[in-house]
């Protein structure tokens, strides 16, 4: 139970329960009155809408009434615009027949106990950042400060968060499994409603399946390079710099290769480094970042057709699902919107070419959809709310704006252009031995690079502005890494990787329908192209699955730090911090936030001599009430600084001992010895 609730709240979890029901109603209503799509479609694009729109109103609505309040208020928000756009139909049979399609809910509903059980076996990627993100915000921080610096407001994109953090306050769950759920749910609708899409578009139930699975394990195919000839690749090998988990797997190209990929957090078994890309990874492994939830968006957005064309209430909704974009991952928000902004401008430009003249509706309603996403984007916290909030600092001379950019570092030219791998490094288009390995990394999805954007450039034509802008982003999306970089450049590939997801996405459909009239020769070429694609996502998950039955909370937690979590989160004072020579770890632990950074990855040099001499009066001197103590912290210690901490002014809190006893944590409250 420790690992699941912090909790038993019979209450707590009804509240969750009744909210969840709400907005999953409300949206269902909201796409079945006003949108286009075709029986049985309604239930799940419905309820992914209801939730994307209600995690959006939750982050505006919880500065002012708190998360509980704003959990309860959006729900019934949600609830109470499907009832006015049902209106009167709401006494009709047919408007209740959707509930006879209950087989998609239901495998929505296995695939999302399937993906949340492959989920809590693993703690790789980011969870160093998720984690306390999830526990603070959940303590009632939003939106969020940074938690290692709480002066100064977080430059992050916390769209999925903002979920989980309800379930933890409202719902009773512990912070790691309110993450694995939430990400959970991500997945399976992301995989439900591209099967949706893809039927509509093709008619073919069995294009709905290849295309639904190719769009959710589909990435890199960099185990071709294990087809190499060994000449080949030891030629290629010393050209390749290996960085982040890459130097920590091996030294060369060719030996990561042929063994595991090295990291913390991993499950039983390894992941194979061969399997994995450096930036185009599949959507369910997408365990860092805010998981699939931007991956839904864009699948919501071009599935769903007002039902008459240039209404303002369609594009006002649509203008929400976009902002939730810009919560969850602004670049692919920054990349969509001056894409289809641009898409319009070219549109208008082509019908005055061909004197077509289409209804003023069309027209302001896109560009509705624009401006209420771009003003919510400003304003509604999250990355380009802080980076802009910095901006306006700047220009205003004021120095406690500016402090919101100190996690969000700047761009610079890029020269000769590259592609970044967050494994292989720079990966130059002027070096020959880069190219095979930088296909490699992309798998064949680059080769649908021309098709998506010829096919986009076709939709300027026939008014279907949000499908050609995602086409324009994504062309954005690959050019832009070759000539700028970025202050964390490995956090640029997010780029790159966007760009070919999204061609996967649009080119299937496409390829789908030309394959029934293609040769038997290009039937198989596209078969290859599409076993390749998918088969390193088939193999990791493979792995994942293996971790199914071995949870874990974190790699930085252990038993003593859920058992003492369960017992104390936000149950410390409100302002008390508390010093962890593991920061991150006591703000997921008791969900409250603590000076230690200057930003993600610097610490604070005053923090650390902390760390090295935790005198208790030096602790509390500096502003911490609580020590969070370990049994290698106090090893670390000399005895003069062990015996601190048995002054009259230090009251033992709390202390857990392994059953081996090699092990411990203590909660100190030193508050009293100012």
């Avoid at 960099?222 to 030294?251: E, Y």
């Avoid at 001379?397 to 500016?402: C, K, M, N, T």
Wanted: aromatic residues 14%.
């Amino acid at each position: 139970m420790s690992y699941w609730l912090r909790l038993i709240d019979p209450a707590g979890l009804a509240f969750t329960a009744t909210t969840t029901l709400a907005w999953m109603l409300g949206g269902w209503l909201l796409v079945r009155s006003l949108f286009r799509s075709l029986p049985g479609a309604r239930l799940v694009s419905g309820f992914s809408t209801g939730w994307i729109i209600d995690l959006l109103l939750v982050n505006l609505l919880a500065r002012w009434l708190g998360l509980t309040g704003a959990s309860a208020v959006s729900a019934l928000l949600v609830l109470g615009g499907g009832l006015a756009a049902a209106g009167k139909s709401l006494g009709r049979k047919e408007t209740w027949a959707d509930w006879k399609e209950w087989s998609q809910p239901v495998v929505a509903l296995l695939l999302i106990l399937l993906f949340t059980m492959a989920q809590r076996g693993v703690s790789i990627f980011d969870d160093y950042l998720h984690l306390p993100l999830v526990s603070s915000m959940a303590a009632g921080d939003i939106p969020p400060h940074f938690y290692l610096k709480p002066d100064e407001w977080f430059a992050y994109h916390y769209g999925l968060q903002v979920w989980a953090a309800m379930l933890v306050r409202t719902g009773g769950f512990t912070p790691w499994s309110a993450w694995d759920v939430s990400k959970g749910v991500a997945i399976a609708l992301t995989l439900v409603n591209a099967w949706l899409w893809v039927r509509h578009r093709t008619s073919s139930r069995t294009a709905a399946w290849l295309g639904a699975l190719l769009i959710v394990f589909g990435g890199g195919a960099r185990w071709l390079l294990l087809l190499l000839p060994a000449p080949v690749l030891n030629w290629i090998s010393p050209a390749i710099t290996l960085i982040n988990t890459g130097a920590d797997t091996s030294q060369t190209l060719i030996q990561a290769l042929e063994g595991p990929w090295i990291m913390e957090g991993g499950g039983p078994i390894a992941f194979p480094f061969a399997f994995h890309s450096g930036f185009f990874v599949p959507v369910f492994f997408v365990l860092g970042s805010t998981g699939a939830l931007p991956f839904l968006t864009v699948i919501l957005m071009i599935s769903l057709k007002p039902q008459q064309p240039g209404s303002i209430v369609c594009a006002l909704l649509l203008g929400l699902i976009a902002a939730s974009l810009a919560l969850s991952a602004e670049h692919l928000f920054v990349f969509w919107w001056l894409g289809t902004l641009l898409a319009v401008v070219l549109s208008w430009w082509v019908h005055r070419r061909l004197r077509k003249v289409l209804p003023r509706s069309y027209w302001v309603a896109v560009l509705a959809a624009l401006g209420v996403s771009a003003l919510l984007a400003a304003f509604q916290g999250g990355f380009i709310t802080e980076t802009l909030r910095g901006l306006a600092g700047r220009w205003l001379g004021i120095e406690a704006w500016v402090q919101a950019t100190n996690n969000a570092y700047s761009f610079s030219l890029r020269w000769p252009p590259a592609v970044y791998s967050a494994h292989l490094g720079l990966l130059s288009l002027g070096n020959p031995r880069h190219w095979l390995v930088l296909l490699a990394e992309m798998g064949p999805a680059i080769f649908l690079a021309p098709l998506v954007t010829g096919w986009a450039w076709s939709l300027l034509k026939r008014e279907r502005w949000l499908e050609a802008g995602l086409g324009l982003c994504a062309l954005g999306c690959m050019l832009f890494p070759l000539f700028f970089q970025y202050g964390v450049d490995r956090s640029i590939t997010r780029l790159s990787g966007t760009a070919l997801w999204i061609w996967l996405v649009l080119a299937f459909p496409l390829l789908w329908k030309y394959s029934r009239s293609a040769r038997s020769i290009q039937r198989k070429l596209c078969g290859v192209g599409y076993f390749v694609t998918l088969f390193g996502g088939a193999i990791l998950f493979a792995v994942q699955l293996i971790s199914m039955p071995s949870p874990q909370a974190a790699y930085f937690l252990d038993t003593l730090d859920t058992s003492l979590s369960s017992r104390y989160w936000n149950q410390l004072e409100t302002d008390a911090q508390v010093l962890d020579p593991i920061p991150y770890r006591a703000v997921t632990v008791f969900g409250r936030e603590t000076r230690a950074h200057q930003t993600i990855y610097e610490p604070l040099p005053e923090w650390e001599g902390l760390i090295r001499e935790p005198r208790v009066e030096r602790v509390a001197a500096a502003g911490y009430q609580y020590v969070y103590m370990d049994a290698a912290w106090w090893d670390s210690l000399s005895v003069e600084l062990r015996q601190s901490f048995s002054q009259g002014c230090v009251r033992e809190v709390d202390r857990r001992v392994q059953s081996n006893g090699k092990d411990f944590r203590v909660l100190y409250d030193v508050g009293n010895c100012r």
